[in-house]
């Protein structure tokens, strides 16, 4: 529930944000472009302590600092008519909404085993992608860029979801889990650098990078705008395609979870990469083919279906992998590292991709096709790092239940 209802949020606001800040507030598009960069922005900044803080005070607290904060960004952001404090609301709402995401994320792994896992943060995706969408189509309907106030009601509707949220959270009896005291003797940037000391961490934060830079970092920036330059896909069309990829992550979630669950992590991910190659060959052919209009926006549709098949796939996978990899207790620092990594793509992609899709259609096509061949070849590295069981842990399923199997074979009489 509490993802749902932070992504609720999210898909509440964000994606008027510029119509509300250029055009409703009239403070021009410069303003607008500097309120979205200031949500990577204060991600960017709060996430490196987020990871400590959850980590010697627990995620629970951390979650509702987090909320409160978010709440008095939106609800400061609705009220807000000049440049300065539209920039200081976007920052707190931003601060607020970046931490949430590792919080979250260590109290699924506090409330889940080895064997549970990778159901719950499946569950966990396909709950944030309901509320994304449920969020951007109720705001829709919600917001009138000829009355400010319409705004000024989304953003407290928000404002009041994140406080419903604290009422909720704050009745969750979390299960003990270890953590590390605050006045133990640790060198200021001791668990980074026990993080930074993790190879297969590294190693899966690079894959980690490269998997959102190339697939999340291009959804809303350097795909749509080569759909619509190259491809010539109308708006409504383009809407379809996003809609397309929300709904195969909905029907085929669950479908894969258990050809997920039993197969090695890492080729799972090698597997995305090889899905994404083809939905990026797809989009060579609706924006470079010579097919019709038609053909085209099947084509620019498929790239977004497939993806969102990739990402059905690495929702049970990659976050699991996070938090096992992790030391005892360290599972909020190694999810806020990860999360961080998730931040710089996603500041970094839409930079890189907006441009390219818009004037350089070959090679904007090749670079990502590039791009989600090298996914294929991270992960098949990255499995040489990893333990038989981080890699696949329905092993050790199997082994405990040959190791009971042996045990309940009659003992011989001699014994």
Known sequence: MGN???????????PFLYVYVAQVRGLGSMTA??????????????LPFAGRAIVRRGPLPVLLTALVTAALGALSLGLANSA??????????????????????????DCSSADTRSR??????????????????????????????????????????????????ATVRMPHAPRIDGNAPRSRGGSWKELLGNRAMVQLSVLGFVLFFACYGQFESGL???GVEAAGISTSALG?????????????????????????????????GLIWAVAWLAAGYAGLGHGSRTMATAAFVSTYALFGLGEAMLSPTVAPLVADLAPTGMAGQYNSAFALVKQLALAIGPAVGGPMGASLHGPYVVTFLL???GITVLALRLGRRLTPVQDQPSLA?????????AAAEPMPASA
């Open 4 to 14: 749902a209802l932070s992504a609720f949020g999210l898909g509440f606001t964000v």
């Open 33 to 46: 472009g500097i309120v979205l960069a200031v949500f990577a922005v204060a991600a960017l900044v709060v």
């Open 84 to 109: 300065t404090t539209v920039v200081l609301s976007a920052a707190a709402l931003g601060a607020g909404q970046a931490v949430m995401q590792p919080s979250l994320a260590t109290m699924i792994v």
């Open 120 to 169: 719950a943060f499946a569950t966990q995706f396909f709950l944030q992608n309901l509320g994304l969408g449920v969020g951007g189509l109720i705001g829709g309907h919600i917001v009138d860029p000829d009355r400010a106030s319409s705004f000024t009601l989304l953003f407290a509707i928000e404002a009041a979801m994140f406080l419903v949220l604290v009422v909720i959270m």
């Open 224 to 226: 749509s705008a080569y």
């Open 240 to 272: 379809t395609a996003m809609a397309a990829n929300t709904a195969m992550i909905v029907v085929a979630q669950f479908a894969v979870l258990k050809f997920v669950e039993r197969r090695k992590r890492t080729r799972v991910i090698a597997a995305v």
């Open 371 to 373: 791009f989600s061949l």
């Open 397 to 405: 399923r199997s082994r405990v239940v040959a190791q009971g199997g």
